[in-house]
C-alpha cells in the first residue's frame, strides 16, 4: 500500500501543470542532444545543468526536467544511428548493426518507430523496475556504516573506471586526478585550507559543475575543430513512417528479455547503458543463432540494444538515488545535480524527501509515454533538426556554456578554471583516459575521505575496521574482482564489431 | 607510445608536488587519527604509481592532429580565453558574436556564413536567456550605452 500511496504522491507532483510542461521539454530536448551525434546524454545534461540553476528551479523541478533530458537522450541516439550509421552515443552504437541495414534496405521509418516502441518498453520496465527495487536497496542501505560507505565508494571508483577504458592504469590515474580535485579548498574535518596557494577563489574547493562543464562541453568542440565538422549530418533519407505491427508483435520476448538484461547491466556501478544495449544484443544474437540473421537488418537486432540501453538508463538511476554512487557517466552528472541542490543521495532520501523521489518516478513514467508520442509520430521533425550544422551547433553549445557557468558565479575566474578543464578533457581523451572517473572523483571525494576519517575515528585510527563487517569485505571483494575483471573481459566487452563477425 | 611516456612522466611529477603539498598541510587541533593528510597522501601515491606504470607500460601512439589543427584549437582556447575576459566589460552581444564567429569558421571555414552563424547566435541566444529564462544579462558595454 506504501507503493501506491508514494506513486499517487508522485503523480500529484508530476502532473501539476508546471512539472508536467518541464517533462515535455525536457524529453524534446533531450530527444534532440540524444540524436545529434557527438552530444550525448552526459554531455546535454552537463550543458544543461548550469542553466536550470540560473532559473531558480527548485529541486523537484530541476530533477524532473534533467531526468526528462536524460531519458530523451536515451531515446534520440537511436535516431542517427539508423538514418546516418553514427550513434548518437556510445549506447546507440549497437542499434547501428542492424538499423543503418534497415534503413538502406528502405525501411528508416519502421526502423525508427521500432527502436522508438522497443525504447518505450525498456525504458518503462527499468522506471517500474526502479519503483519497486530501489526502496528496498534504500533499507539496505541502513546498515550501511562509514566503512561500508569507504568500500562502496572504492567499488564505484573501481567499476566505472575499469569499464570506460582500455587500460586500469589510465582510470586509475583519471580517478587520482578527481579525487586528488576533490580535496582542494577548506578540508571539512579540520577546517584546514589545502592546495589553495593563497588564491581565495578555490577556498570554497573547485565546483564540480565547472569542471562537468569544462570536461563534456568544451573539450567537444576542440574535437569538432581538430575533425573540421566532419561528422556533419548528411544523407538523411526518411521516406513515410508507418508503424510496424508485425514486427512490433514478433520482438515482444526480445524487448522483455533485452529490458531485463539492460535493467540489471544499469543498477551495477559503472556498467552503464553502453553494457546494457551490448550484452541485450548479445543475448539474443546468441539466442537467435546463425539463422537469426543479425547483423542485416533484423527487427530483434533493433529491439534488442534499444530496450537494452533505455533499461540500463533507469536501472543506473537505482545505485544513484539510493546509495549515492552513479551507475553510468550520465548518473554521475545527477548526481552532481543533487548534491548541488543540497539533496544527499542515499537511504535517508526515501524517507526525507519522499516527494523528491517519488515525483521523480511518476515523471519519469509519464516522460516515457510522452517520448514515445514524440518518438514515433513527430519523429521526422527530430530529422530535420538533426540537419543544423556543426559550425552552428558548437559554437551554441559552447555559449549555452559560458552563460550557464557566468550566470551561476559572475566570476571570469570559474570560465577560466572551466576553458583549462576543457583542454584537459581533450588531452584526457586523446590518450584514452576516462573523464568520468575525474568526475566522479570530484563528486565523492570528499565523501569518501569523510568515510575513511569517520571510520577511523570509530576505532581509534584501527584501519583492521575498514574489513569489519560482511558488507564491506563483500564491496572490497567486488572491487577488487570490477577492477581486475574487465582486464580478462575487455577483448570481448571493448570490440563491438565483432558482433558481426 | 611517447605521448602516454609524456603524460605519465608529467602526472607522475605533479603527483610528487602534491605529496609535497600534502605535508604542508595544517593539522588542525581537533581530534582525529587520520588528519588532513592521510587521504592526500594516500591519493599521491596512488597516482605517482599509476602513472609510472603509464611511462614504462605505455599503449599505441594516439593520432594526434597536424600542427595547423594543433595551431586551430590552441587559438579556439586563447579565444575562449578573451571571451571569459570580455564578458563583463563588453556585455554579451558583442563578444559573443565575434567568439562564436570565429569558433564556427574554425569549424568549417566560410567566412560569410561564419560571420552570419556568430550574429544570429548571439541575437538569438540573448533573446532566449534575457526575455525566455530572464537572466540578467547585459547586451552592450555599459560606458557607451549606461
Known sequence: MDLF????????????????????????????IGALPGLGPSNGVAILIPVTFTLGLDATSALVLMTSVYYGAMYGGRISSILLNIPGDEPALMTTLDGYPMAKAGRAGDALVL??????????????????????????????????YFALYLL??????????????????????????????????????????????????????????????????FFFIEDHGKNSPVGVDLEKTTVPWKDIWET????????????????????GASLGSFLAYMTEK??????????????????????????????????????????????????????????????????????????????????????????????????????????????????????????????????????????????????????????LGILLGGNMEDALRRAMTLSDGEWTYLFSSNISIGLWVAAIVGFVAPMFLRNVLRKPQRVTD | MASDRIFGLVMALVALAYIAGATQIQTSFLPD?????????????????????????????????????????????????????????????IPTAITAAILSYQISPRPKYAALAGLGLSCGLFIVFKFALGLGLVAFPKMIFG
Open chain 1, 286 to 439: 546468441a539466442i537467435a543463432g546463425k539463422d537469426g540473421g543479425f547483423g542485416t537488418g533484423v527487427a530483434k537486432g533493433i529491439a534488442a540494444p534499444e530496450a537494452g540501453n533505455n533499461a540500463a538508463a533507469g536501472g543506473a538511476l537505482v545505485p544513484m538515488l539510493t546509495l549515492g554512487v552513479p551507475g553510468s557517466g550520465t548518473t554521475a552528472v545527477l548526481l552532481a545535480l543533487l548534491m548541488t541542490l543540497n539533496i544527499t543521495p542515499g537511504p535517508t532520501l526515501f524517507t526525507d524527501q519522499p516527494e523528491v523521489v517519488w515525483g521523480l518516478i511518476a515523471s519519469l513514467l509519464i516522460a516515457n509515454i510522452v517520448l514515445l508520442l514524440m518518438n514515433v509520430p513527430m519523429v521526422k521533425i527530430f530529422v530535420k533538426i538533426l540537419m543544423v550544422p556543426p559550425a552552428i551547433l558548437l559554437p551554441g553549445v559552447t555559449m549555452v556554456s559560458f552563460v550557464g557557468i557566468y550566470s551561476l558565479s559572475g566570476s571570469y575566474f570559474d570560465l577560466l578554471l572551466m576553458i583549462g578543464f576543457g583542454v584537459l578533457g581533450y588531452v584526457l581523451r586523446k590518450l584514452d583516459i576516462p573523464t568520468v572517473p575525474v568526475i
Open chain 2, 33 to 93: 587519527p587520520v588528519g588532513p593528510k592521510a587521504f592526500p597522501f594516500g591519493v599521491g601515491i596512488l597516482g605517482a604509481l599509476c602513472a609510472l606504470f603509464m611511462v614504462f607500460k605505455p599503449d599505441a601512439e594516439p593520432e594526434w592532429p597536424t600542427l595547423s589543427t594543433f595551431g586551430a584549437i590552441a587559438a579556439a582556447a586563447f579565444v575562449l580565453v578573451l571571451y571569459a575576459y570580455a564578458l563583463k566589460p563588453l556585455g554579451f552581444l
Open chain 1, 5 to 32: 500511496s508514494n506513486l499517487a504522491m508522485g503523480f500529484a507532483i508530476a502532473l501539476s501543470p508546471y512539472t508536467l510542461m518541464l517533462a515535455i521539454i525536457g524529453c524534446f530536448l533531450g530527444t534532440i
Open chain 1, 156 to 221: 564505484a571508483f573501481c567499476t566505472l573506471g575499469g569499464m570506460a577504458s582500455n587500460n586500469q592504469a589510465k582510470a586509475a590515474i583519471a580517478s587520482c586526478i578527481g579525487l586528488g580535485i576533490s580535496t582542494v579548498g577548506i578540508s571539512s574535518g579540520s577546517v584546514m585550507p589545502r592546495f589553495t596557494g593563497g588564491n581565495l577563489h578555490i577556498y570554497d574547493g573547485i565546483d564540480f559543475l565547472v569542471a562537468i562543464v569544462g570536461l563534456f562541453a568544451i573539450a567537444e568542440i
Open chain 1, 115 to 148: 527502436s522508438g516502441v522497443a525504447s518505450f518498453v525498456g525504458a518503462l520496465l527499468a522506471t517500474i523496475g526502479l519503483m519497486l527495487l530501489a526502496p528496498m536497496l534504500a533499507r539496505v542501505a541502513y546498515v550501511f556504516g562509514p566503512s561500508e
Open chain 1, 252 to 271: 515482444k520476448w526480445t524487448m522483455l528479455r533485452s529490458s531485463g538484461v539492460g535493467f540489471v547491466a544499469g543498477i551495477l556501478p559503472g556498467a
